[in-house]
């Protein structure tokens, strides 16, 4: 029985990641769709209908290029650093709280912390495995920026978990059953919104990726399948961290149409500021983290102890 349960959740796993890479397939399409129509131009329109194949012919052109392999960079780092950046995108996504049938446990807050951390890694080796200097300034910005706000994102997060007294997912279902903790903490999901952008280093926090001055950054020297697999990652992390903006902040995860309508209209606001912002100045980045960001969410922070602190005691004393 046991073995036979593992077997399920084994397959549940592989069809959540297959299901997650055609995910990013259509996020891609519907991003380069979304910019064509802010730019008042088409997107991609020829292949198949309205252009709905074109991720697969970009997926096929990008796996059958040619590998370079460069003769000054750090062989072993520069080949594998894209894999396993790809496959901690892809392992974090085993939290997803489903009811039946998956991996569920009651650490999955921290085990996202975890994964998290651990992507820094692995663009910081992408930056200096390549051996240009292009390349270690990008993964240079990438880390220092990462752990910036990893540092904010965490202690927003922290507010949520205070009101559920858990860090298992499933509880910001129960919890938001009346009324979503985005009406509750409407400042703080703002913030953790920008934190998020500045996390996956979008638009306007792209600065480890500034074509302007890094010509690509961190991934300059990377074609075929290890820049595929730096851009899977990257937008694998995007629909992710639409989904935990959902779960903490909209009513948690419900299995029913609008919780993928919501995931999608996330997604969307991920394309939406990539189209409209500027990139931001980097020193204005730091600031924005460390002065203003750190100190609205502690303030929160004990604010949210506070108040469960004194319901508590209301409780015990009826």
Known sequence: MLNMDMLNILIGMLILMLGVLIGVAFLTL???????????????NKLGVLGILQPFSDAIKLFTKEQIFLNYSNYFSYYFSPIIGFMLSLIIWSITPYMFNMVM???????????????????????????????????LRAVAQTISYEVSLTLIMMSSLIMIMSLNMVMFNEY???IWFFFLMLPLSLCFFSSMLAETNRTPFDFAEGESELVSGFNIEYSSGGFALIFLAEYSSILFMSMLFIIIYMG???LNMLFYFK?????????????TLPRYRYDKL????????LPVSLNYLFFFLGLKM?????????
């Open 310 to 318: 004194i319901l508590g005691y209301k409780m015990n004393l009826v």
């Open 105 to 139: 446990y009651n650490l999955g807050v921290m085990f996202f912390l975890c994964c998290t951390s651990m992507g820094v890694y692995t663009l910081l080796i992408a930056g200096w495995s390549s051996n240009s200097n292009y390349s270690l300034l990008g993964g």
């Open 252 to 254: 948690g995860y419900d």
């Open 286 to 293: 730091m600031y924005l983290c460390w002065k203003s960001y």
């Open 176 to 178: 938001q059953s009346m």
């Open 30 to 44: 519907l991003e380069r769709k979304v910019l064509g129509y802010i730019q008042i131009r088409k997107g991609p």
């Open 263 to 275: 995931l999608v209209f996330m997604s969307f606001f991920f394309i939406w500021v990539r189209g």
